[in-house]
């Protein structure tokens, strides 16, 4: 008894800074966060507070190590601490933090972005993604002068108002919001659908001709579970904007120069009406941006009469991380690398799962990865996720946490893979995960065997 107990303190990580940071985080915002998924509420044990990362690792302050592969949320497509983006970022702030003038960093990263990416004419540089997605549903309500908007059940585009809102129950086909603060008004204003599912957009588009001003959509739904859908439907939704003089909005904030530069627009080449990013355009600095088609564009302020503003949008220090980074991902063979570790990383996995008969999948697509305990083929809604899976992830979570390996503290939540992870650094990770795997399926024999 004596020596198990010694064995399994030895193998414990330590994590007393970390978990004494948050108690003292926990005084000071709620929940001890300043984003609610960091608070590790749908994982076991406290938040991992770090203090650096570096290439594909992140360490606590308690001086442990891991490999990353939340990645900033997905921001971070060359790694931790990225030399070109680092340099660029010192450089900057040598001359200055903010001006609220134009600067020429803000033509730079824009003409970076439009000149490689055929689906925009013109873009608009705010804060966050939040921003970006408000910024372009108000737009595509000004342009169409409409007011209401379809989402889809699965899609996250942020925290505004009119996205925060949950499909009705029963016949209603209005939203009700879901977060307290949302006027129900506001939230009768958006359709929630579920994805892949065509009838219903035909549906609403018949119940409320003329009244819907946009489609949006992430055209790779990666906020919750990783819900690939067919080219096929997005052309389906690309056509019933057109019939129905509506905008399609594609939410690129993760897709965007994630799958490949051009992200789901150039993938699937279907012409979106505006497109949203975030994430990795700042380089891991806060920039969102919206952009679109001239005479759309041409609606917004100063040029239209749809207001949009920001003190520090297009900030230099945030434009500077942004250039660099998005220079580093137009480099010849970037993406298709990436991909190819991604791919090596996932299949290391796949072939474990499916040599041991484990009910579960890995789902990918380019370096977005996610692991549910589900053995279904395809997982393409919200609704077909197993809720109770998620038990297992909680276990896989902390077992991985405990053997250096951070993925996102919820089994909803994707894993990311950057430049920064090598293929040695991969194949680590991926015995790793594997070994988390035998852990669980081990125990719940055990268990069973047990009953
Ligand atoms: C992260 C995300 C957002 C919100 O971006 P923030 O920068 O967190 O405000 C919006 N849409 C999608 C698809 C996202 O992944």
């Given at each position: 008894m004596q020596q198990t107990l010694m064995v399994i303190t030895i193998e414990l990580m330590i994590k007393e800074r970390s978990d004494s940071l948050f108690e003292i985080a926990l005084s000071l915002f709620p929940g001890g966060v300043n984003s609610p998924v960091r608070a590790f509420q749908s994982v076991y044990g406290n938040p991992v507070f770090v203090e650096r990362g570096d290439g594909s690792y992140i360490w606590d302050e308690d001086g442990n190590k891991y490999i990353d592969f939340c990645c900033s949320w997905g921001p971070l497509i060359l790694g931790h601490n990225n030399n070109s983006v680092k340099s660029a970022v010192s450089k900057a702030i040598e001359k200055g933090l903010s001006f609220g003038t134009p600067t020429m960093k803000e033509n730079e990263l824009a003409s970076l972005v439009l000149k490689n990416n055929n689906y925009l004419d013109k873009i608009r540089f705010v804060n966050s993604g939040t921003e970006a997605v408000m910024s372009a549903i108000r737009l595509a309500r000004g342009f169409t002068k409409r007011d209401k908007i379809i989402k889809f059940d699965g899609c996250y585009h942020g925290h505004a108002d009119s996205l925060l809102v949950k499909a009705g129950s029963g016949l209603a086909t209005f939203g009700v919001s879901s977060s307290e603060g949302v006027p129900e008004s506001t939230a009768n204003e958006t359709i929630v659908l579920d994805l892949n599912d065509k009838e219903t957009v035909n549906e609403a588009f018949t119940n409320y001709p003329n009244e819907i001003a946009c489609i949006i959509i992430e055209p790779i739904p990666a906020n919750n579970g990783l819900l690939i859908q067919d080219q096929e439907y997005l052309i389906f939704l690309r056509e019933a904007c057109n019939?129905?003089?509506?905008?399609?909005?594609?939410?690129?904030?993760?897709?965007?120069?994630?799958?490949?530069?051009?992200?789901?627009?150039?993938?699937?080449d279907i012409q979106p009406d505006l497109i949203t990013y975030g994430k990795i355009i700042g380089g891991g600095l806060p920039v969102g941006a919206y952009g679109g088609k001239e005479e759309i564009m041409a609606h917004i302020s100063p040029d239209g009469n749809?207001?949009?503003?920001?003190?520090?949008?297009?900030?230099?220090?945030?434009?500077?991380?942004?250039?660099?980074?998005?220079?580093?991902?137009?480099?010849?063979?970037?993406?298709?690398?990436?991909?190819s570790r991604a791919a090596h990383f996932v299949e290391i996995i796949r072939a474990h799962i499916k040599e041991k008969g484990y009910k579960m999948s890995v789902y990918?697509?380019?370096?977005?990865f996610w692991i549910a305990f589900s053995d279904k083929k395809r997982i393409q809604k919200a609704s077909d996720i197993d809720a109770d899976s998620m038990e297992l992830f909680k276990i896989m979570h902390s077992y991985l946490l405990e053997h250096g390996v951070y993925l996102g503290p919820s089994g909803y939540e994707v894993g990311f893979i950057s430049q920064a992870h090598d293929q040695k650094t991969l194949e680590i990770a991926a015995k790793t995960i594997c070994n988390s795997l035998d852990h669980i399926f081990d125990e719940k024999q055990k268990n069973q065997e047990r009953i």
């Amino acid at each position: 008894m004596q020596q198990t107990l010694m064995v399994i303190t030895i193998e414990l990580m330590i994590k007393e800074r970390s978990d004494s940071l948050f108690e003292i985080a926990l005084s000071l915002f709620p929940g001890g966060v300043n984003s609610p998924v960091r608070a590790f509420q749908s994982v076991y044990g406290n938040p991992v507070f770090v203090e650096r990362g570096d290439g594909s690792y992140i360490w606590d302050e308690d001086g442990n190590k891991y490999i990353d592969f939340c990645c900033s949320w997905g921001p971070l497509i060359l790694g931790h601490n990225n030399n070109s983006v680092k340099s660029a970022v010192s450089k900057a702030i040598e001359k200055g933090l903010s001006f609220g003038t134009p600067t020429m960093k803000e033509n730079e990263l824009a003409s970076l972005v439009l000149k490689n990416n055929n689906y925009l004419d013109k873009i608009r540089f705010v804060n966050s993604g939040t921003e970006a997605v408000m910024s372009a549903i108000r737009l595509a309500r000004g342009f169409t002068k409409r007011d209401k908007i379809i989402k889809f059940d699965g899609c996250y585009h942020g925290h505004a108002d009119s996205l925060l809102v949950k499909a009705g129950s029963g016949l209603a086909t209005f939203g009700v919001s879901s977060s307290e603060g949302v006027p129900e008004s506001t939230a009768n204003e958006t359709i929630v659908l579920d994805l892949n599912d065509k009838e219903t957009v035909n549906e609403a588009f018949t119940n409320y001709p003329n009244e819907i001003a946009c489609i949006i959509i992430e055209p790779i739904p990666a906020n919750n579970g990783l819900l690939i859908q067919d080219q096929e439907y997005l052309i389906f939704l690309r056509e019933a904007c057109n019939n129905n003089g509506a905008l399609l909005i594609f939410d690129e904030v993760i897709s965007g120069f994630r799958l490949g530069f051009g992200g789901a627009a150039a993938f699937y080449d279907i012409q979106p009406d505006l497109i949203t990013y975030g994430k990795i355009i700042g380089g891991g600095l806060p920039v969102g941006a919206y952009g679109g088609k001239e005479e759309i564009m041409a609606h917004i302020s100063p040029d239209g009469n749809v207001y949009q503003a920001g003190t520090l949008s297009g900030n230099p220090i945030a434009m500077a991380a942004g250039i660099a980074q998005i220079t580093a991902c137009l480099v010849k063979g970037f993406y298709s690398t990436l991909d190819s570790r991604a791919a090596h990383f996932v299949e290391i996995i796949r072939a474990h799962i499916k040599e041991k008969g484990y009910k579960m999948s890995v789902y990918s697509i380019g370096s977005i990865f996610w692991i549910a305990f589900s053995d279904k083929k395809r997982i393409q809604k919200a609704s077909d996720i197993d809720a109770d899976s998620m038990e297992l992830f909680k276990i896989m979570h902390s077992y991985l946490l405990e053997h250096g390996v951070y993925l996102g503290p919820s089994g909803y939540e994707v894993g990311f893979i950057s430049q920064a992870h090598d293929q040695k650094t991969l194949e680590i990770a991926a015995k790793t995960i594997c070994n988390s795997l035998d852990h669980i399926f081990d125990e719940k024999q055990k268990n069973q065997e047990r009953i």
